[in-house]
């Protein structure tokens, strides 16, 4: 198994933990999702393997979760798959699957124990601040 995140190039914590997977030395699978989508049977073992729900996974800020009327506790898991399936963006992001393990890597940081291999240099965020260090 080869490392593969679930990449939006437009979010800064996505690009960050790209930045982290990178300075490990490894060059991960990366997979925009948000153009190529979801598959039912592809969400279901994603939010297994890294110990996830529906609801857990939802990004509710920055998409339609809201207006789709997601946010209400009633709505079932499979009803918020269906929604991620429409709108990839539902989603939250990004999701890292290494030999180790799998994540939903909010914040950055929780990159870090899937890693493949030890770091081989800082890393910041795009604001200066420090992720890790080696």
Not at 2 to 11: A, E, K, S, W
Not at 72 to 94: E, G, Y
Not at 118 to 131: A, F, H, S
Request: aromatic letters at 2%; a negative charge; proline letters at 10%.
């Amino acid at each position: 198994m080869t490392t593969v995140i679930h990449h939006n190039p437009d979010c800064g914590t996505s690009r960050n933990v790209l930045a982290v997977i990178r300075a490990s030395g490894t060059e991960p699978t990366v997979i925009a999702y948000l153009q190529t989508g979801w598959t039912r049977p592809q969400l279901l073992a994603l939010f297994a393997a890294a110990d996830l729900t529906p609801r857990a996974a939802l990004r509710t800020s920055k998409s339609p979760a809201e207006e789709l009327g997601l946010l209400d506790q009633a709505v079932s898991d499979d009803a918020l798959i269906d929604a991620m399936l429409a709108h990839p963006v539902l989603v939250n992001r990004p999701i890292v699957c290494t030999p180790k393990g799998v994540a939903l890597c909010r914040p950055s940081e929780a990159v870090l124990p899937i890693l493949e291999n030890p770091l081989t240099e800082p890393v910041y965020k795009e604001d200066g601040t420090l992720i890790a260090a080696p």
